[in-house]
């Protein structure tokens, strides 16, 4: 079971667009754009795959790469209007990387890896390809700053497609899946909702 | 020849427990924070078995994930006292790294790999996660960073241990590379010896 | 096809020495610097290996590993020198950076990569392990900053190995890579080209 794979490439080719759209309003070059556009849209379902001790389909399949490199020029080029994220791109941000968790977490339960560890290769696929690039242009990773609901909206929408997969099906769970992620992402910076914060701890702590 | 795996388990859901409490200590949102216990506990480790060509054993077996969430918990509400680094903790983050170089390595002799390539494995899985979390949040590694033994230690310890496991066997090796790496690091610490430095090097340059 | 065993190595531990020079630099102690050389040398042919799903040959052999140590001390104790970038080190790294990028294509043609992929792994070969060691230095990655042509000259030396190696044959195809890589690197900097922009974009932002 899984999403039928052009759509897999399109929603990859998109979070290159998000992210070379981020790595040029970081005053980054042109190739070196792209490359972040690259890493955003396939390091994550890269690394899955290795993990997985299985070749990486990005790599294996042509398409890939022309895919981002073209979405990645899109959105560098609209870069000012991506990056202030106005909210239909917010909300088309959420949906693919809900989409992205639920690809990544499928693709590890048909390898036949162990819920849990299916639920966090979910979250890897959408999010080790963002954090590289945000490393890479000198910026603390945004899983790792207070802001709004990231790593936590992925990892329950992680969670929520591998336990509706396991007992309803395959397609209730991408729903409830991509739902999830992307609802609580929205929201979170819509009403500004903080990271979910540790007992007794100040929001107001300054960053690094 | 292996340690127990419930010791394996164990060492390295510590690990993320040191590498939970460093992240929240650098105010990460909850998530975060876990995922870099996680990243500390279990990156080395399974970067390790990729570069073997093997399946990562932290994503095959459910064990891993939730012991290392589990400790990763503890370490980030009990931070401060952590962080802080009395003698007793420094000394079983020393034992830890210590134990997870000799994992390493052995794991790389297990598999053929020559012997350089085992010590050189030994010290990644000690210290490939730890150096991914300084990175995502936004610290210079402690690898690269002037301070105590720390590389050093665990090289040492990693060489050791593949000698020793050449020669006397398996069990000499790990009581030895453990020795090794854990008294070296804690002397260095304790004693505050500076990193060993390159000739007519000033220690006291300002780090970056 | 492929280049002679022997050189390969030689390539990989050069670049090693450019990479510890610069940790040193950046004022990094001893095993820190030799393990930035190591991740530099060997860090891009070992990811490009395991993205291909083959046994990384830095690891299964044991000849890198005492190579790129032996190339960082080196690096590392004329270090002022070598940052310092006289001219005919500064052609003779665009030589190793260009040669990787062909080494790179190569493997992944012979393994059968499709043309796309055998191009983006040449300069993931050249560019990863620097990638890692700037930032595991607390810099930002050299691809993403507004300086010379880099990823851009090493992306049209790998564009250019794997279009004439398709059409006229490797040793061709090595000449016209090398050349690519090497002219459009070292013109840029002799010459003080800029990174190619994007349009209407101001070279004089600021990085970061």
């Not at 990056?83 to 959420?94: E, F, N, S, Y």
């Not at 977490?105 to 979910?122: E, F, R, T």
């Not at 000198?138 to 509706?164: D, E, I, N, P, Y």
């Not at 910076?189 to 702590?205: D, G, H, I, L, T």
């Amino acid at each position: 079971m899984s999403l039928p794979f052009w759509f897999e490439v399109f929603v990859m080719a998109l979070n290159s667009g998000f992210g070379a759209a981020l790595a040029r309003s970081r005053n980054t070059p042109v190739f070196g754009t792209l490359f972040a556009g690259l890493l955003v849209g396939l390091g994550g379902g890269i690394l899955r795959d290795m993990m997985l001790g299985t070749e990486p389909i990005a790599i294996s399949n042509p398409v890939f790469f022309p895919a981002c490199i073209a979405s990645g020029v899109v959105g560098a080029l609209l870069f000012s209007r991506i990056v202030a994220m106005p909210r239909p791109l917010l909300l088309l941000q959420g949906l693919v990387l809900g989409t992205l968790v639920t690809i990544g977490a499928q693709k590890a339960l048909d390898l036949h890896a162990p819920a849990v560890s299916a639920i966090a290769l979910g979250v890897v696929t959408a999010t080790f390809g963002g954090m590289l690039a945000d490393v890479m242009t000198g910026h603390r990773a945004t899983l790792a700053k207070q802001a709004h609901w990231m790593a936590s909206a992925l990892t329950c929408g992680s969670a929520a497609f591998v336990l509706v997969s396991m007992t309803l099906g395959f397609y209730p769970a991408v729903i409830v899946g991509v739902a999830v992620s992307t609802v609580i992402r929205y929201l979170s910076v819509a009403r500004n909702w903080p990271s979910p914060s540790w007992p007794k701890e100040s929001q107001n702590a300054t960053d690094n």
